[in-house]
């Protein structure tokens, strides 16, 4: 399990989201999962494409930032699909 720093900024506050990927989750448990000071606040599952959706919401995070969370990650860290994609 690896973790991650992730910083944003919404409605003028700082928010710095430490990100556990769980490289062998099993479809039942979701891959990423997200903590505000030191509390689950939100986790993701990537989609055969990659793109995350939402797991759950402990945090009860809005819509939007939710949504710029999902872009960070997608953005931030390396996806195994990605590979496929790449130019050769």
């Given at each position: 399990?690896?973790?991650?720093?992730?910083?944003?900024?919404?409605k003028k506050?700082?928010?710095?989201?430490?990100i556990?990927?769980h490289?062998?989750h099993?479809g039942?448990?979701c891959k990423?999962?997200?903590?505000?000071?030191?509390?689950?606040v939100a986790s993701?599952?990537p989609d055969?494409q990659q793109?995350?959706?939402?797991c759950?919401?402990?945090?009860k995070?809005?819509?939007?930032?939710v949504?710029?969370?999902?872009a960070?990650?997608?953005?931030?860290l390396?996806?195994?699909?990605a590979?496929?994609?790449a130019?050769?």
């Open positions: 399990m690896e973790n991650h720093i992730i910083a944003i900024t919404y506050e700082q928010h710095q989201f430490s556990s990927d490289p062998h099993d039942e448990r990423y999962k997200v903590f505000e000071n030191g509390l689950l993701f599952e055969a793109f995350l959706h939402l759950q919401n402990p945090g995070l809005e819509d939007k930032l949504h710029e969370l999902a960070k990650i997608e953005s931030a390396p996806h195994p699909g590979k496929h994609f130019e050769k």
